[in-house]
């Protein structure tokens, strides 16, 4: 047997009067919560720890890092690569990769450039590391000396692969077949270009290892025909122009032996420039380098029969080392200034500040940044400062090398903000394991212990069956052990709640049978009293003994079910007579001005219905009129005849029924808005409307209410006879 579903009252914990819960209730609790807590703080103290390990660590590094830098800064500077750096503070920010037009000479850090001697000047350029690289491993230098009184000379020297190298022979004029150099020189608006085509040279002991020997001989472009192809007659070479080029015997490649492979040729020229050597002579103060250094352009091209075999021209692959490239050595934190005393250097006297910029790019979190500056250590570092002397053949320069402890917070923030995500991703472990247990066990622990600790506090109390009936715990079911453990309580609880719902069943079906009757009693019971309302009638006592009879069992439940049950006999009723009879005894219900409007016809109008029943739908629609009309205003009733049916019409004038309550109107419970004084102390179920519509259903007929622009109506249908 399904028992009927009852909507019982859910368990309320805080209406519920709770056991007090000791320490043991909360122990697990405290304990899962603890350990997550100790392993968070765990967490952050580890990471703290190591930031302080290591801030202490950097700050007694620090100044062995300093003089260290110190140390390697002075040694590079007082190499031969690093005065030409400091003689051209400027190169660092010409020389770029790429193709260039020419090369820009460079002040050397010796007196002149020793170019009939191919190791001096070989070792001179490598030691300086004045040379561009070029594609395919060539290279040049282009410089002047330190000393201005060695004579106003631009030197070129380098080195390119090429096969053997072929000479001219005395006399020849047809430089086609053979190695030439084309020299550009542009300096101070002039631009003097030489061919210089190859003369072989007899082979000596100095020149030991060399295939060949040979020297460039430098004609003007003015002396050569068809682009520097073709020698003039009778032309002759620059004196001050010399250039020599000196041609390994052995190939590029080791593994290569053929005769034509290519080989290393190191070639040295020393141009001679007019304007310098004026310059030099005329002013009684030399300004040395020349002023104008940087727009000095020299340029080279080698050429051979099978075309271009060396060019200055070419992309450039690196360039000589600049001032710049010592920042790399910096540490963070530490600024090196450079600044000439004395001399006769021409450049700019301004200091020069190199710092280190690898970590300025770099992104750190501000709060880190506090954390790491706030942390204690043991070791204080003082300012750190060093001053130094270098000594050039153009003069001495001074260079101050500072250190800024607080790059070391700098730079271990920036290591922490790398490493912040790792710290992060073990927080949020641990918190997704602590939000785990504690929504997916911890949680549903207490509730079903809360549960369950009410209930059985309050087991013995009034009322059980809003107590235990209302413990729900079916939702903690689950697969795991909790989720076991309460489907099995749920199922239990189940129980218990079908038994209070069957015993909640009866007692209601016998409460609403009472009801119901004692309902159908009261009506004609009404009309008794009133027929029967003088002291001195035997019958008054006795009818009122039955109404308060019926009032006890009145008032115990509802008479839905009762009245849905109820028999009614349709058999034939003249309507015209019966509403006659309504109208005119209307008055001793209490019912005041209740017409009948007859029609023209006054023949009998016989429907199909039950008198009783018909008289009871009529009495609750005149009750309900009754109360909703305006004062002294009649009750109207009338009959229309359809061809099917009759129509009584019952119809009041007052307030209309609100639309929202109008398609319920003849539900069980709805009542209407309003009580009149005369009847305030009977209280209004709302079942009156639900009787019309139950008996005019089982008469076979319907019942309808509508709203007029004076009133209500209800329209009742019987079927005719």
Request: charged letters at 20%.
């Amino acid at each position: 047997m399904k028992v009927p579903s009852l909507d019982l009252p859910k368990l309320d914990l805080a209406k519920l009067e709770m056991p007090r819960l000791g320490l043991a209730f909360f122990r697990r609790r405290l304990f899962f919560r603890a350990v997550f807590v100790l392993l968070i703080a765990a967490t952050l103290g580890l990471a703290l720890a190591v930031l302080q390990d290591e801030k202490e660590r950097s700050y007694q590094n620090y100044q062995s890092s300093f003089k260290k830098t110190q140390s390697e800064i002075l040694a590079r500077l007082r190499h031969p690569a690093g005065q030409l750096a400091l003689l051209n503070p400027q190169h660092g920010a010409e020389v770029g990769l790429g193709a260039s037009a020419g090369l820009t000479p460079l002040l050397l850090p010796f007196g002149s450039l020793d170019f009939d001697d191919p190791f001096k000047a070989q070792q001179a350029i490598d030691s300086a590391g004045c040379a561009v690289q070029f594609a395919g491993g060539s290279n040049a230098c282009a410089a002047i000396g330190s000393n201005p009184y060695a004579g106003g000379f631009v030197y070129l020297a380098g080195s390119f692969d090429s096969v053997a190298l072929l000479g001219r022979d005395k006399g020849q004029l047809d430089l086609q077949g053979i190695h030439r150099a084309k020299v550009t020189l542009s300096l101070r608006g002039n631009t003097t270009t030489w061919i210089a085509p190859l003369e072989l040279q007899e082979r000596d002991g100095g020149v030991a290892g060399n295939a060949l020997v040979g020297r460039w001989a430098g004609f003007l472009e003015a002396d050569t025909l068809a682009q520097g192809a073709l020698l003039i007659r009778e032309s002759r070479p620059v004196r001050e122009f010399r250039g020599w080029v000196w041609q390994s015997a052995a190939c590029v490649d080791a593994a290569t032996a053929a005769v034509d492979c290519p080989r290393r040729a190191f070639f040295s020229i020393r141009l001679p420039a007019e304007a310098l050597r004026e310059a030099i002579w005329r002013k009684p103060q030399v300004a040395w380098p020349p002023a104008d250094l940087q727009e000095i352009r020299v340029a080279m091209q080698v050429s051979g029969s099978a075309g271009v075999v060396f060019d200055t021209d070419a992309p450039r692959m690196a360039g000589p080392a600049a001032l710049n490239e010592l920042s790399q050595s910096l540490l963070p934190g530490e600024t090196l200034q450079i600044k000439r005393l004395s001399g006769r250097h021409a450049f700019d006297a301004s200091a020069l500040t190199l710092r280190n910029q690898s970590d300025t790019q770099e992104q750190i979190s501000p709060w880190v940044r506090r954390i790491v500056s706030v942390l204690p250590v043991d070791t204080q570092v003082p300012p750190l400062k060093a001053v130094d002397r270098v000594a050039t053949p153009v003069g001495n320069f001074e260079t101050t090398l500072s250190g800024d402890v607080r790059a070391v917070e700098r730079s271990i923030s920036i290591v922490a903000t790398r490493l912040l995500w790792l710290v992060g991703a073990m927080l949020a472990a641990i918190v997704l394991a602590w939000a785990l247990i504690e929504i997916g066990l911890i949680r549903r622990v207490t509730q079903l212990a809360k549960r369950a600790a009410a209930v059985s506090y309050n087991v013995n109390a009034p009322a059980l069956e809003n107590r235990l009936a209302a413990l729900d715990v079916s939702d903690l079911r689950g697969k795991d052990e909790l989720g076991i453990l309460a489907g099995g309580l749920s199922d239990l609880m189940q129980r218990v709640k079908d038994d209070i719902s069957r015993e909640h069943v009866r007692a209601n079906q016998e409460r609403e049978m009472w009801h119901a009757v004692g309902h159908e009693i009261m009506s004609p019971l009404q009309s008794l009293m009133v027929l029967h309302g003088k002291e001195g009638d035997a019958s008054h006592r006795y009818v009122q003994r039955m109404q308060q009879a019926v009032k006890v069992l009145y008032g115990q439940a509802s008479p839905s079910e009762a009245i849905a049950k109820a028999d009614v006999v349709a058999g034939l009723l003249d309507l015209d007579a019966f509403l006659t009879q309504i109208a005119g005894n209307a008055h001793f219900a209490g019912i005041e001005k209740v017409i009948y409007e007859r029609s023209a016809q006054a023949a009998p109008l016989l429907v199909k219905a039950d008198e009783f029943a018909l008289e009871d739908v009529v009495t609750h629609i005149l009750s309900n009129a009754q109360r909703h009309r305006l004062a002294d205003t009649p009750i109207t009733l009338s009959v229309t005849q359809e061809s099917t049916h009759a129509v009584l019409r019952i119809h009041n004038q007052g307030q209309p029924i609100p639309l929202d309550l109008l398609p319920g109107i003849f539900d069980y419970g709805v009542s209407g808005s309003k009580t009149n004084a005369d009847d305030v102390s009977q209280p209004h179920r709302g079942q009156g409307l639900f009787v019309v519509k139950t008996y005019m259903s089982k008469m076979g007929g319907a019942v309808e209410a509508l709203n007029t622009t004076d009133g209500v109506a209800f329209l009742l249908r019987l079927n005719l006879a």
